[in-house]
């Protein structure tokens, strides 16, 4: 749990500097994480409970949720594979077992099957191309945006 109160607390800053602010503008927010990364991450793959996370989501933000939420899935052999290919400096998902990133991927899919009115889970199986063509369509159609 002590990893979740130090990501809410992050979020809890992020949420007043820059989030609130920007949509009080009237500015558009993009967030390539939010409460339902902590969901998947420290409830679904980390063994926190959900009635947990939400009582400190409803601490750190109220109410507030995203008005839409994308969630690109990719079976989790392939994105592994995709990962270890970026080499990148973020290992420290990517080096914890399959059964854990199992655990991750469903833990997305069931926020998706609970909340279908705010999630759209895209297929990311597919190319760069038929990725940006179907984000782009589910924030048209969600949204009602003019992109």
Do not use: N
Request: charged share 30%; net charge neutral.
């Amino acid at each position: 749990m002590s990893e979740a109160l130090l990501i809410a607390a992050a979020r809890r800053s992020h949420l007043t500097a820059t989030v609130w602010p920007a949509l009080e503008r009237g500015d558009w927010v993009v967030c390539d994480r939010f409460a339902d990364s902590t969901l998947a991450y420290q409830g679904s793959a980390g063994g926190v409970t959900r009635s947990e996370l939400e009582a400190l989501h409803r601490l750190v933000a109220g109410d507030f949720m995203p008005d839409l939420t994308l969630i690109l899935d990719l079976p989790v052999a392939e994105g592994l594979a995709r990962a270890q290919a970026r080499a990148g400096d973020e290992t420290r998902f990517e080096r914890k077992d399959r059964a854990f990133h199992e655990k991750l991927r469903q833990g997305f899919l069931d926020i998706a099957r609970r909340e279908p009115r705010r999630c759209v889970v895209i297929d990311a199986a597919g190319g760069i191309d038929g990725v940006h063509q179907a984000v782009l369509a589910a924030v048209r159609e969600r949204l009602k945006a003019k992109l």
